[in-house]
């Protein structure tokens, strides 16, 4: 049964504790709210600032598992406080680790400081859960994704299009990559888990990903530098740089270009031209 009163509660002193520079947001010399205003937590987990002041309220209709989850990474809640506001809700609180879609606060914390950099948190698979808005620009908005089709490893031999913003003399050695690393997460999560499901979706449909499955490589590493062939301003050279949360195997990747370079003029025009020829 859902606690109403209690997730009222629990909202608001969340939403009081978190400070605009903690979604990285400017405080503002007229801010007077205490912590972040309803409409930023609304905006933050996307849904209409009624709704929200409604559950903050103690009012309205008794939230899905969904909009729950939402309302946890939009709060930056931590582990425990997740399952503790699922719990307020009347459900029962997901799974934790690998399979889960929640990204620690702070790595969130992090990613909410590289607007004016290329930037996304990943799972162990290859979905993309956050991206900064250049990030967007980059590679695509990994929101409108579903299904198996959020792995990049499984568009990979599934989807041409998702080797478009890679160079040809690349894609076979990334194809190595994704075989190899797939190959290791099954290993590491067992025959039952979401990595076998995606193995055995691929050996069914591409014969591609067959023949690097029997060649059982696994620790194939890709390019030191990573390149993109983006359509509107051409080949990016970027370095990626990664930190891995081991509680949740996600990974924030940072990619960055060398000052002075080619590349670094190119994402200064990318962050101009944005997400207009990317969907």
């Not at 891995?244 to 101009?272: C, N």
């Amino acid at each position: 049964m859902i606690d109403r009163p209690e997730l009222a509660v629990f909202l608001r002193r969340r939403r009081e504790s978190l400070q605009p520079e903690d979604i990285g947001l400017p405080r503002g010399q007229r801010r007077r709210t205490r912590g972040l205003r309803r409409e930023e937590v609304a905006e933050l987990c996307h849904m209409s600032t009624d709704y929200y002041a409604r559950l903050e309220r103690g009012s309205g209709p008794a939230p899905s598992e969904q909009m729950i989850a939402s309302i946890a990474q939009g709060l930056h809640l931590s582990l425990g406080e997740r399952d503790h506001v699922f719990r307020l809700a009347g459900h029962a609180p997901p799974v934790r680790g690998a399979s889960s879609d929640h990204i620690s606060p702070g790595l969130l914390r992090i990613l909410d400081r590289l607007n004016d950099t290329p930037a996304e948190i990943v799972s162990e698979l290859g979905e993309t859960l956050r991206q900064t808005p250049l990030g967007v620009a980059l590679t695509g908005d990994a929101s409108l994704r579903t299904g198996p089709n959020r792995s990049l490893g499984y568009r990979w031999f599934t989807d041409p299009e998702a080797r478009q913003s890679y160079p040809p003399e690349e894609r076979a050695v990334l194809s190595r990559v994704y075989a190899s690393g797939l190959r290791e997460i099954v290993t590491l999560r067992g025959p039952d888990s979401t990595a076998a499901q995606l193995a055995a979706e691929l050996l069914e449909v591409s014969e591609e990903f067959r023949t690097l499955w029997e060649k059982r490589e696994v620790g194939v590493h890709p390019p030191e530098s990573k390149r993109f062939l983006h359509p509107t301003v051409g080949l990016l050279q970027l370095n990626c740089q990664t930190l891995l949360d081991p509680e949740q195997a996600h990974r924030l990747l940072v990619y960055t270009a060398v000052p002075g370079s080619e590349s670094y003029a190119k994402l200064e025009l990318l962050a101009v031209v944005g997400t207009q020829v990317l969907s």
